[in-house]
């Protein structure tokens, strides 16, 4: 079982950057794929940014692409979100996943298996 804790979120002015981290709390943390989910208020949930097991690749949502950047440490077990340029748009509650893909699709919550409990970004224009 795989426990995860994000933190990192807050209020912040649009143009700010805020930096997410995910917390895992069992090892191997390199033969998940790590993912960020986020959702706003009456909105489903909508995939941000994935980084591959495989080969550490990184995909992005088009709405966050250029400005958001996903990353991780192994050595301390922990995902990163780093989200520049911030908009309006961005509020929502931002949640990291893990899970093992067997296949090219990766923006599918119901694909990964452990969740963290969210943390809220809020975006004010």
């Known amino acids: 079982q795989v426990q995860l804790v994000e933190s990192g979120g807050g209020l912040v002015q649009a143009g700010a950057s805020l930096r997410l981290s995910c917390q895992a709390s069992?090892?191997?943390?390199?033969?998940?794929?790590w993912v960020w989910f986020r959702q706003a208020p009456g909105k489903e949930r909508e995939f941000v940014a994935v980084?591959?097991?495989?080969?550490?690749?990184?995909y992005y949502a088009d709405s966050v692409k250029g400005r958001f950047s996903i990353s991780r440490d192994n050595a301390k077990n922990t995902l990163y979100l780093q989200m520049n340029s911030l908009k309006a748009d961005d509020t929502a509650v931002y949640y990291c996943?893990?899970?093992?893909?067997?296949?090219?699709?990766?923006?599918?919550?119901?694909?990964?298996?452990?969740w963290g409990q969210g943390t809220q970004v809020t975006v004010s224009s």
């Open positions: 980084i591959r097991r495989i080969d550490s690749s990184t």
């Open positions: 069992t090892p191997p943390f390199i033969t998940y794929d």
């Open positions: 996943a893990a899970g093992r893909l067997s296949g090219r699709y990766y923006s599918i919550p119901s694909d990964y298996n452990y």
